[in-house]
């Protein structure tokens, strides 16, 4: 049995693609369905989610705007291994969910446009994974297209995220001229030839460096001096810096045409680390073998109102999970029955039997189960896990309900909403429940949260913007002082945690220089980029 748990975690992979929006996590991800014959044509992630009719008010959101909110895990074989994507939420905004689904993966994948580099979304995601000294693979896409300046990029990377980029392919062409790629670890050229639309794997065949001088010409004595040049500047792949997150290895693609998607996949199975034994909140450690463990890392409402279920996503921490076994919840020490407990693919639900560390699996009917809270098996020694830090809003908005006669509602639905962590709620010592202080990290947790209060709680809401800008964290002894002075507010989460709200960074800046006393703790992961 503990060899069985040994043996499954070892052959998991969990990790997340982040991506600014547009540089191609989506059409990656069906790739690599399709090389983990997951999928028989591409293109059925993107169809799946935007075809389908409206099941719910929830679904319909989704759809008017055109995303996907709900956070989905995939898992796939692939090669003697067991693959689980979880699918961080791909839209223009941003939103904690994010860096939920963060905190439940040993590692991810860095998606760049090759044309574009490192934007803002990236830079803002890569400062999160940093945080969590998580690893950290670099795959330049859109190679098949004109790009950037190769070396250009490599800078670029070390520049702006302090790390060394270390290529582990190298392409063959100019972005937009591309032919295949070079793998530095072994010199071995693998040549690419296109299908239409990617839709199957593309064929590709190992040619040797006669060959390759012969046949690519100068695309050929280009890429074997820069590979050269690379050899020279030692920009070598190195595993244990990469576990660390002090270097990216870096790989270049097009997740298109499928050149170079078997490559990083093969590297995700090779390099990324399996899971193993997880740090404990009283400081210790579950060890991977220990009796079934997993902590709530999402927690979704009402996907399907009728039923007005509620799904807790879980990563298996330790031991076993079968299905119908009843677990202990930690924060209410009460019991948890496991019989509903599914898997998603893509949209679809299917039911799970028995799960192993790194997996993910999804608790429906989950009613008093929040983002952190740790779910084991109480045959073994109990266990909490380190909260999930929650991230420095960045926007703030003032709610009150439209109609005074709904205010239980209204009330009722906040409570829920902050519970849930749709948006950080933040409260007046004077106002109060009436009109709280709306903190999210994106602005489309806001849509969210008016959409589920009328819609879920029948409390139409009213949001108004607030002028605050930036948040620090805050202690009861600041709060006297920091009270006293215009264009700042404090304000109480329901943990207690008290913030200062500050009208600009410049105001901020002010106050931190004129009263070094004070307690003004930046968080984790914020304002790094718009
Ligand atoms: P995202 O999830 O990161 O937002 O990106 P997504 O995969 O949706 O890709 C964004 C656009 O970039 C899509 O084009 C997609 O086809 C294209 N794309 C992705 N990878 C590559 C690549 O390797 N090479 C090239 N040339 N294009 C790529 P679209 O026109 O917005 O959508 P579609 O109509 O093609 O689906």
Same mark, same amino acid.
């Given at each position: 049995m ?9 052959r ?5 693609i ?7 996590k989506?059409?990656?991800t069906e790739?690599f ?5 997951a999928l028989t ?9 935007g075809?389908?009719a409206?099941?719910?008010d929830?679904m319909?959101l ?5 995303i ?10 692939y090669?003697?291994a067991?693959v689980?994507?979880?699918d961080t939420p ?7 969910d ?7 993966c ?11 580099g490192?934007?803002?979304?990236t830079?803002?995601?890569?400062e999160?994974?940093?945080e ?6 670099t ?10 300046e ?6 670029e ?7 060394p ?13 591309f ?8 010199g ?5 030839t ?10 590709e065949?190992e040619?040797e ?5 012969a ?5 050929w004595t280009t890429?074997?001096?820069?590979l050269e040049?690379?050899?020279e500047?030692?920009a ?6 990469f576990?660390?997150?002090?270097s990216?290895p ?6 298109l045409?499928?050149?170079g998607v078997a490559? &990083?996949l093969?590297?995700?199975i090779d390099?990324?680390p399996?899971?193993?034994d997880r ?7 579950r ?7 997993g902590?709530?890392?999402?927690v979704?409402a009402?996907?399907?109102p009728?039923?007005?279920d ?10 076993r ?7 202990t919840?930690?924060r209410?020490?009460?019991p948890f029955?496991t ?7 893509g949209q679809?639900?299917s039911t ?5 560390p790194?997996?993910v699996?999804?608790l ?7 983002v952190?809270d740790a779910?084991?098996d109480?045959?073994g020694p109990?266990?909490s896990f ?6 420095a809003?960045e926007?703030?908005?003032t709610a009150?309900?439209?109609d /005074? ?5 209204f009330?009722r639905g906040?409570a829920q ?5 749709v948006v ?8 109060g429940d009436?009109a709280p ?6 602005? &489309?947790?806001?849509?969210v ?7 879920e709680?029948?409390?139409? /809401? ?5 002028s605050y ?10 709060e006297t002082?920091?009270r006293?002075?215009r264009?700042v ?9 008290r913030?200062? &709200?500050?009208?600009s960074p ?9 009263h070094?006393d ?5 968080l ?5 980029a718009?």
């Amino acid at each position: 049995m503990t060899h069985d748990v040994i043996a499954e975690a070892a052959r998991r992979r969990t990790f997340a693609i982040i991506s600014h929006p547009d540089a191609g996590k989506t059409t990656l991800t069906e790739k690599f369905l399709l090389y983990g014959g997951a999928l028989t044509g591409a293109g059925s992630v993107k169809a799946r989610s935007g075809g389908r009719a409206a099941a719910s008010d929830w679904m319909e959101l989704e759809q008017k705007r055109g995303i996907s909110i709900s956070s989905t895990a995939l898992q796939f074989p692939y090669r003697d291994a067991a693959v689980n994507l979880l699918d961080t939420p791909g839209h223009r905004d941003f939103s904690e969910d994010t860096y939920r689904v963060l905190a439940a993966c040993d590692a991810a994948i860095m998606v760049l446009d090759a044309a574009k580099g490192i934007e803002p979304q990236t830079l803002k995601l890569f400062e999160v994974c940093r945080e969590r000294r998580m690893p950290l693979l670099t795959f330049f896409n859109k190679w098949d297209r004109p790009g950037r300046e190769i070396l250009e990029l490599l800078d670029e990377i070390e520049q702006l995220l302090g790390i060394p980029a270390t290529p582990v392919t190298w392409p063959v062409g100019i972005a937009g001229d591309f032919r295949g790629v070079v793998d530095r670890r072994d010199g071995t050229y693998t040549r690419y030839t296109r299908v239409a639309r990617g839709a199957q794997i593309a064929p590709e065949e190992e040619v040797e460096p006669a060959r390759a001088a012969a046949e690519e010409g100068d695309a050929w004595t280009t890429a074997q001096e820069e590979l050269e040049l690379l050899h020279e500047i030692g920009a070598d792949l190195d595993v244990a810096s990469f576990r660390r997150n002090e270097s990216t290895p870096a790989f270049f693609g097009s997740a298109l045409t499928n050149f170079g998607v078997a490559k &990083l996949l093969d590297a995700v199975i090779d390099l990324v680390p399996p899971p193993t034994d997880r740090p404990t909140a009283d400081g210790g450690t579950r060890p991977i073998d220990a009796p079934f463990s997993g902590f709530v890392f999402k927690v979704q409402a009402n996907m399907d109102p009728a039923h007005r279920d509620r799904i807790a996503f879980l990563r298996v921490c330790s031991g076993r999970f079968e299905r119908g076994m009843v677990v202990t919840h930690d924060r209410t020490g009460k019991p948890f029955a496991t019989k509903y407990a599914a898997t998603l693919f893509g949209q679809d639900r299917s039911t799970v039997e028995e799960a192993y560390p790194g997996d993910v699996i999804g608790l429906v009917n989950a009613t008093d189960v929040r983002v952190g809270d740790a779910l084991y098996d109480p045959t073994g020694p109990p266990v909490s896990f380190p909260p999930i830090p929650s991230f420095a809003p960045e926007h703030f908005m003032t709610a009150r309900v439209r109609d /005074t006669g709904r205010f239980k509602q209204f009330r009722r639905g906040v409570a829920q909403l902050d519970e849930e962590g749709v948006v950080q709620v933040l409260r007046d010592r004077d106002l109060g429940d009436q009109a709280p202080v709306l903190a999210a990290v994106g602005r &489309l947790q806001f849509e969210v949260a008016v959409h589920r209060l009328e819609h879920e709680f029948g409390a139409p /809401t009213e949001l108004s913007a607030t002028s605050y800008r930036v948040a620090r964290r805050t202690d009861e002894t600041s709060e006297t002082e920091l009270r006293r002075m215009r264009g700042v507010a404090v304000l109480q989460r329901a943990d207690g945690t008290r913030f200062a &709200l500050f009208e600009s960074p410049y105001w901020l800046e002010r106050v931190e220089q004129d009263h070094p006393d004070l307690l003004l703790e930046r968080l984790v992961a914020e304002g790094t980029a718009g």
